[in-house]
């Protein structure tokens, strides 16, 4: 086991040998070595060398000190540069060397620095598994309910070609209206989870976007004519501008804007699109009933969470 030992002690008992070491050596050898009277230092000569004695402890400790807060200064340089790439870099740094025989303070540091990264690794190990686990989950749970749905859906159709009272044929279309929307659920679930996975690449290149708001609202205005909602749609004809995007994500982006105003805003019967070529922005409003109030068709907020995701 490696034992402890202090750098400071270390450091004290070290400069107290320079210290006192050569006077306790010139006072034994003045008061137990006989010196003959022919070779007595007269009062000057020992004048002097007293001096060059306690100047040669001076320098002594001073270079003794300065060495020692040199090696201190470096090995607390390197631990900082240590912490400071990983901070820079984003990543846990490398362990640091520890020496392999008793520690001092600056090793104990060391050594709980090199313990907290390896807990910090087991724990990001430990969460990529988790999360790795949980979409895997998801994945399967959106795939397995689709079955279910889908056998209820048919049993829905087959009811439809029943005779049955009007609240009967309520009751089914307010049955089939819920397994669409669980449906969707599901769909922005999966979505929400292969975006943060990574399942879907981001690929940025220079987008036309007014072309690109023009397309996706052609493709989306059978579902507002179905609604009864006035489109206003106002896109320039000549001026455009490009944003460096992943054209499959803004359409992304729009498809999800568009479904929630079929989805929560349908009441409104209004929608404003309009496209800023000198300002470079896409504004969607409605005059649905707000963020603020829920509707039925309301869900977890999980398409938003996917949009944040795409959009950041």
Same mark, same amino acid.
Request: charged fraction near 25%; charge should be positive; hydrophobic fraction near 45%.
């Given at each position: 086991? @490696? ?11 070290? &400069? ?24 007595? %230092? ?5 004048? !002097? ?17 300065? %060495? ?14 240590? %912490? ?10 490398? *362990? ?11 090793d104990q540091l060391g050594s709980s620095f090199n313990w907290m990264i390896q807990q910090l690794e087991d724990s990001r190990k430990r969460e990529y598994e ?24 048919? &049993? ?18 307010? %049955? ?15 979505? !929400? ?6 399942? &879907? ?19 989306? !205005? ?13 896109? *320039? ?9 992943? *054209? @499959?994500?803004? @359409? ?16 409104? @019967? !209004? ?20 963020m603020d109030n829920s509707s039925y068709e309301g869900g977890s907020g999980i398409g938003l969470s996917a949009l944040n995701h795409m959009l950041m």
């Open positions: 086991m @490696k034992q402890n030992r202090s750098l400071f002690r270390r450091f004290l008992k070290v &400069h107290f040998l320079f210290i006192f070491f050569p006077p306790l050596v010139l006072i034994f050898f003045s008061a137990f070595v006989p010196v003959s009277t022919e070779k007595e %230092m007269n009062t000057l000569n020992l004048f !002097y060398f007293t001096l060059f004695l306690f100047g040669f402890i001076i320098v002594a400790f001073v270079v003794r000190s300065w %060495m020692f807060f040199l090696r201190l200064h470096k090995r607390l340089t390197r631990l900082q540069e240590v %912490m400071s790439f990983s901070a820079n870099n984003n990543s846990f740094p490398k *362990p640091i060397s520890v020496q392999t025989g008793r520690l001092d303070e600056i988790e999360e790795l686990l949980r979409h895997r989950l998801i994945a399967n749970l959106s795939h397995d309910l689709r079955t279910p749905l889908t056998i209820l859906r048919g &049993h829905i159709t087959r009811l439809n070609k029943e005779s049955m009272s009007s609240e009967g044929q309520d009751s089914l279309a307010e %049955m089939n209206h819920t397994i669409t929307r669980v449906g969707n659920l599901m769909d922005d679930l999966l979505s !929400y989870t292969l975006l943060t996975s990574g399942k &879907h690449p981001f690929h940025p290149t220079s987008t036309d976007i007014v072309r690109l708001v023009r397309a996706s609202v052609a493709e989306w !205005y059978p579902a507002f004519e179905e609604k009864e909602i006035q489109l206003d749609v106002d896109l *320039p004809t000549v001026k455009t501008f490009y944003w460096e995007a992943d *054209p @499959k994500w803004m @359409k992304r982006v729009l498809d999800n804007l568009f479904q929630n105003i079929l989805r929560h805003a349908a009441e409104g @019967k !209004y929608t404003n699109i309009v496209v800023d070529v000198e300002k470079e922005l896409i504004i969607v409003a409605d005059r649905g009933p707000g």
